[in-house]
Every structure is written in structure tokens, then in C-alpha cells.
């Protein structure tokens, strides 16, 4: 096992692993931006480094400070968390060229499903069903148009470097497609400098079902069932929840043993979340997420284990602990994102905490890094708090979040809070009848 940790991150998934390392009887270092400085996970971690300016470029993004910051403090092993270099491939090689170990898979695994369309094209080839689409990268107006025509309206123009949303563009219409096909590229080639895009069937009415696969590099893999992350709002999550409302058993370890079998087929090695979208009962692979993802607590709640410490066992090289025939769901788990945001715009509000109450009791459970007197800085993402609620039942789940939303007190800044006591008061939300499209649309409704 590790002596020594570094987290490359910041806010409430640095406090995640820092506590795992913690419990597993390893040494931390946080490493910070000079706007962090008197941010929560510097205070928890055994040590800390500063890694340079507010800017996220110039500091959690910052390959060379990162270096330099495991090899004065002698940190053996690095945990990413999620977003800046958690799905880069980069990172992963130069941290192994400097003998340094990614807690996460490999470098060429981050690689092939960082690319969608490479990514679509090896899941195809594992057996994974996949959305209806064009065969690889679309180069030109005239291209798209064959596709699309072939498939039929509406079609998604989709960035293959995509993430967070970005690099999407619907054509509901054939009038559409021209705009769709060239704000995508534009788009994607902004935020990622990459251009290419593909296109796929647009599902109307689909929910948002994703599978936690857990590998151990050496060909072993299992899957953790699924969790429903269809309120979105901008392609964002906002809400989640396991097991998915709609998904019987059976469902589950059929689409489960899928993605187990292909992630082990390629010697996987550690946490991952292959996305599909799920309408009339089958299922479609969108992407896989090659790291722990904001919403792996709803998993933890529902099976009692701890991903971020399997994670870290299997990086240190000892075997997983995980058997699927011991895998087993207990209850339901509901996550609500709460993000410093001011409703009905949703536009980031940072500023200082001036009192804060996180909510208590059984099946309550509130990862933040937040604390009275702290000050939000305005340079990063807006998620301030994570509250995870379990209950015997899906019902039992809702009341208790009702129950928990009631204790929480964030002040000092405008959160999305409200948001989640008005859905409550939803039916859909209540019977779990929701699609992707649900949250945009009662948004527009209620302003
Ligand atoms: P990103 O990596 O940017 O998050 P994804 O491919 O994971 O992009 O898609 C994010 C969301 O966009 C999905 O959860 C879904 O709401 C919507 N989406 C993506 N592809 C399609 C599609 N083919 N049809 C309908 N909605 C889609």
C-alpha cells in the first residue's frame, strides 16, 4: 500500500479521498491555488502544497507544479478525483515517467475513451449496443446531410473531444443540420481544439442510465448497477439517483454483465461509468467516463462499499476486493447537486459563507468542503455541496431527503436549494417519471 498521496483537486472530492486516505492509514498532501489557500482540503490533508495562481490552467491543470509538488513532499501516488487532469492522458504518462502512480486506469484507456468516436467504435466491437449513427468522424456539409438523411430527423451533431455538454448541437430538422454541423465544430474547436465530429440518431425520450464498472487491470471486472441521472439541466447533471426507477433486475444484470465483460475483456483497471441512454426498454452507450464521477455516492449508499478506497487498493497493486455474486443492493440512494447559484438563472454566485448547518441523522450523508466564514472564489465550478440521502425505499429516500433539505443551511450566498424542496412537491419527481428532457422543460414552466 501507499504511504503517501497526492490530490490533484480541490473542493468537496479532494475531502472524498483525503478521508479514504485517511481510513486506509495514508498520508496526504493537498495541493492549492493561491485563491485556496484557507480552502478546507488544505486544512484536512497532512500536508500542502501551493501549485500556483487562481486560474485552474495555471495551478490544478499545472502538469510540471504537480510534479514538482509529489517530488518534495515524496507522495508515491497521485488520485485526480474528477474534472482538470482526471481524464487526460497526458498527465497519466508524464506521472509515469517520473515513476509516479495514477490512481485510475491506464493512459491508453483514458486515451481510446476520451475520443467518442473511438470510444463508440471499441464498445461496439465488446458488444456494447450503441446510438444509431455515422461510422466515425463527419468531415463535410455534404456528408452530414447523407448521414443524416439515411437515419432520418432529428439527428445530434456531436464534438468526438466532447465533454461537460459542450460541443453538442441538435438539428431537430434537415434546415437545422448546416447550423448544427458548423456550431459544433466551431464550439468543439474552442473548448477543445479539436474539431471533428460525428453524428447521431437523437432519441426523443430517453433517460439517462449509466453503469459503475470496477476493474482490476487484470482482466477481473465487475459491475456496480446503474444509477438515473436524467434531471439535467444544459446536459448537467442535478440529480441523481440509484437504482434507476426504471430498471428491473433483470434489466440490470443483463446491461451490468455487458459492461463488465467488455471492460474486463480490455484489462480495465479501476472505477469507470459507461453512459447510455435508455428509451422503450433498450439501452444505448453514449460515452464512458474513465474516472470516479461526481455522483459515485449513490452507488456507495446502495452496495456499502467504498469505490475510492478500491480504487486506491487496486492502483497499490493489491486485488480488489469486489465479487459480484457478493454484490448487493440495499434500499435506494438519492443525490441533490447543490451549487452556489442564483435560481431562476442559474449564474454562479460566489462570496463568503456566513453560516453553514449540514443536515444529519441515519442515511444522511453531505460531502462539501464548505465552512462558516469560508469564501467561495469565483474561479471555479459552482458545486459547493453533495447531499446524499438512503432510504429502505425510493419513497423512504424522498422523505428523508425532504427531511435533510430541511436542516441544511447554506447562507451567505444563493444556492440551487429551493430548486430541489420545489421538485420535491412534483409528482413525476415523486413517481420517478422523468426523462432527459423533464428539468428543461418544468424549468421554462415555472419562469
Ligand atoms: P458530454 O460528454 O458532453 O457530457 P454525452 O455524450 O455524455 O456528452 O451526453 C450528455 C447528455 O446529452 C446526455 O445525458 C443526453 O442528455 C444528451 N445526449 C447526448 N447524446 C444524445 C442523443 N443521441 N440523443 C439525445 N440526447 C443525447
Redesign the pocket.
Known amino acids: 500500500m501507499f504511504s503517501k498521496v497526492l490530490i490533484a483537486n480541490r473542493g468537496e472530492i479532494a475531502l472524498r479521498v483525503i478521508r479514504a486516505c485517511q481510513e486506509l492509514g495514508i498520508q496526504t498532501v493537498a495541493v492549492h491555488s493561491t485563491a485556496d489557500s484557507d480552502a478546507m482540503h488544505v486544512r484536512m490533508a497532512d500536508e500542502s502544497i501551493c501549485i500556483g495562481p487562481p486560474s485552474g490552467a495555471l495551478s490544478y491543470l499545472n502538469i510540471p507544479a504537480i510534479i514538482s509538488a509529489c517530488e518534495i513532499t515524496g507522495a508515491e501516488a497521485v488520485h485526480p478525483g474528477y474534472g482538470f487532469l482526471s481524464e487526460n492522458a497526458q498527465f497519466v504518462q508524464v506521472l509515469e515517467d517520473h515513476g509516479i502512480k495514477f490512481i485510475g486506469p491506464t493512459a491508453e484507456h483514458i486515451r481510446i475513451m476520451g475520443d ?1 468516436i473511438t470510444a463508440k467504435d471499441t464498445m461496439r466491437k465488446l458488444g456494447v449496443p450503441c ?1 444509431p449513427g455515422s461510422e466515425g468522424g463527419v468531415d463535410t456539409l455534404e456528408e452530414a446531410y447523407t448521414v443524416s438523411d439515411d437515419m432520418g430527423f432529428p439527428v ?1 451533431v ?1 464534438a468526438t473531444a ?5 460541443g ?1 448541437k441538435l438539428a431537430k430538422t434537415r434546415d437545422d443540420l448546416e447550423d448544427a454541423f458548423h456550431n459544433a465544430r466551431s464550439e468543439a474547436k474552442a473548448a477543445f481544439g479539436n474539431d471533428e465530429v460525428y453524428i ?4 426523443t425520450l ?1 433517460r ?1 442510465i449509466e453503469v459503475q464498472v470496477f476493474g482490476d487491470g487484470k482482466g477481473r471486472a465487475v459491475h456496480l448497477g446503474e444509477r438515473d441521472c436524467s434531471l ?1 439541466r444544459r ?1 448537467q447533471k442535478v440529480f441523481e439517483e440509484a437504482p434507476g426507477p426504471c430498471i428491473t433486475p433483470e434489466m440490470r444484470a443483463r446491461i451490468g454483465k455487458t459492461c463488465s465483460d467488455a471492460v474486463a475483456d480490455i484489462n480495465y483497471a479501476g472505477a469507470g461509468t459507461i ?1 447510455f ?1 435508455y428509451e422503450n426498454d433498450e439501452f444505448y452507450f ?2 464512458m467516463n474513465t474516472r470516479l464521477q461526481v455522483e459515485h455516492p449513490v452507488t456507495e449508499a446502495i452496495f456499502g462499499v467504498d469505490l475510492v478506497k478500491q480504487q486506491i487498493r487496486v492502483a497499490s497493486g493489491e486485488e480488489m476486493t469486489f465479487v459480484q455474486d457478493e454484490l448487493s443492493i440495499k434500499g435506494h440512494a438519492i443525490e441533490v447537486r447543490i451549487n452556489a447559484e442564483k435560481l431562476p438563472n442559474f449564474s454562479p454566485c460566489p462570496g463568503t459563507i456566513t453560516h453553514f448547518h449540514a443536515p444529519g441523522g441515519l442515511g444522511v450523508r453531505m460531502d462539501s468542503a464548505l465552512y462558516a466564514g469560508y469564501k467561495i472564489p469565483p474561479y471555479y465550478d459552482s458545486l459547493i455541496a453533495k447531499l446524499i440521502v438512503t432510504g429502505t425505499s425510493r419513497q423512504a429516500a424522498l422523505a428523508r431527503l425532504h427531511r435533510a433539505l430541511g436542516e441544511l443551511i447554506v447562507d451567505g450566498v444563493d444556492t440551487t436549494i429551493p430548486l430541489f424542496h420545489d421538485l420535491l412537491q412534483e409528482p413525476d419527481i415523486q413517481t420517478g417519471d422523468y426523462d ?1 428532457h423533464w428539468l428543461e422543460k418544468w424549468l421554462e414552466e415555472q419562469n
Open positions: 467518442k446510438v445530434i456531436k466532447g465533454g461537460g455538454g459542450r453538442m447521431e440518431k437523437y432519441l430517453p439517462h439535467q446536459h453512459e441512454l453514449i460515452e432527459i
